[in-house]
């Protein structure tokens, strides 16, 4: 399956953008002092549980889509001509013929 350059941007994009948010929200989970996240004695809570595997796996999902994107993006600029000459334009400017017809 091929991506388009807009796909796997917004991909990408995605992956990078649930970093961000998942990092955020794990440093304020870390940092509770509500009482939600850790019990009195400074123990873990369930929430701090569930949310914390929430953020793991938003993470891995994160990583999976922005690989993608990246992938698409990769495989998008290993197709585009080159031109594989050495003039400024990528050509040598002529054309060749089938073997055998110099002339």
């Known amino acids: 399956m091929k ?10 994009a995605f992956g990078a953008w649930s970093w961000f948010i998942w990092v955020t929200f794990v440093r ?6 509500s009482g939600l996240a850790f019990d009195d ?11 914390l595997t929430l ?4 993470f891995l999902l ?8 990246w992938r698409g993006l990769r495989a998008l ?3 585009r001509p ?9 050509g040598s400017g002529s054309v060749a013929g089938p ?5």
């Open 55 to 58: 953020a793991v796996v938003s």
């Open 77 to 79: 600029r290993a197709e």
């Open 28 to 33: 304020n989970l870390w940092k509770d002092g």
């Open 3 to 12: 991506l388009s350059r807009p796909l796997s941007l917004f991909l990408l």
């Open 62 to 69: 994160g990583t999976a889509i922005g690989a993608i994107g």
């Open 41 to 51: 004695t400074g123990d873990p809570t369930g929430y701090f549980w569930v949310h």
């Open 99 to 103: 073997p055998g017809t110099h002339g």
């Open 82 to 90: 080159t031109g594989g000459g050495t003039g400024a334009r990528g």
